[in-house]
């Protein structure tokens, strides 16, 4: 068990140019989660996968956000046209069906400065 | 979705119990509730969850009320790497909710 891996660690970009992020879940797990955090706040859901279904999104991702899981493995999220308010890390969790009550595990994170 | 209230900030000195406060007075019968913890920058970590009974394990014990409207994380003996943000939150265990709804948290200062 390697953990949740998120890449890169770090983003930094100009305004307007688009950025993907990866995450690698734990291995034996179906579901995956993506959060946004900002400074001083707790995490803020943006969507969920179980396999490669996406089974919710948040109001919070909006038509320039997309989150792809192709393979019901590792996870992709896209931000297109970046935008200064969407500075913030993000973060990625995983957790298994019947597993003791969706206990998740995130990773370290993707933290992306738009400059 | 059920919110919780919890201090913004507490402080305790090193090998000495931390009682970390959190009411959750609209919860409803299937919720857990849930505590994990954010270390500077890491990603949360969970610590600890419960639905009447309290709970222990190797990092914290959890203290739910008869009522449930109110629970207390406990480290036995705080050392300086527990400094962090607790949060506590409630998990809907029906249906199909999976995602987590945080709040603040409570930022936990140990000193040496």
């Known amino acids: 068990d390697t953990g949740v891996s998120q890449n890169p660690r770090h983003k930094i970009t100009k305004r307007g140019q688009n950025v993907t992020f990866r995450c690698d879940p734990i291995?034996?797990?179906?579901?995956l989660y993506w959060y946004r955090q900002t400074l001083g706040q707790g995490p803020e859901f943006l969507t969920y996968?179980?396999?490669?279904?996406?089974?919710?999104k948040s109001r919070l991702l909006s038509d320039r956000f997309s989150a792809e899981r192709p393979k019901g493995s590792f996870s992709t999220l896209e931000i297109q046209r970046t935008e200064q308010g969407d500075s913030a890390m993000y973060l990625c969790?995983?957790?298994?069906?019947?597993?003791?009550?969706?206990?998740?595990?995130f990773g370290a994170g993707t933290r992306l400065s738009v400059l | 979705d059920a919110k919780t209230t919890q201090p913004n900030s507490m402080e305790s000195n090193e090998e000495e119990p931390v009682h970390l406060p959190c009411n959750h007075s609209?919860?409803?019968?299937?919720?857990?509730i849930h505590w994990y913890r954010q270390l500077p920058s890491q990603g949360p970590e969970y610590v600890i969850h419960?639905?009447?009974?309290?709970v222990n394990n190797r990092m914290a014990s959890l203290a739910i009320a008869e009522d449930r409207k109110s629970s207390t994380l406990i480290l036995h003996r705080a050392t300086l790497r527990d400094a962090a943000v607790y949060y506590c939150?409630?998990?809907?265990?029906?249906?199909?909710?999976?995602?987590?709804?945080w709040g603040l948290g409570t930022s936990l200062a140990v000193n040496p």
């Open positions: 291995s034996e797990h179906n579901r």
């Open positions: 419960g639905l009447t009974s309290n």
């Open positions: 609209t919860i409803s019968g299937t919720d857990y």
């Open positions: 939150i409630l998990r809907d265990n029906a249906g199909n909710n999976r995602k987590l709804i």
């Open positions: 969790a995983s957790s298994r069906t019947g597993g003791s009550k969706n206990i998740q595990y």
């Open positions: 996968f179980q396999n490669e279904a996406q089974l919710e």
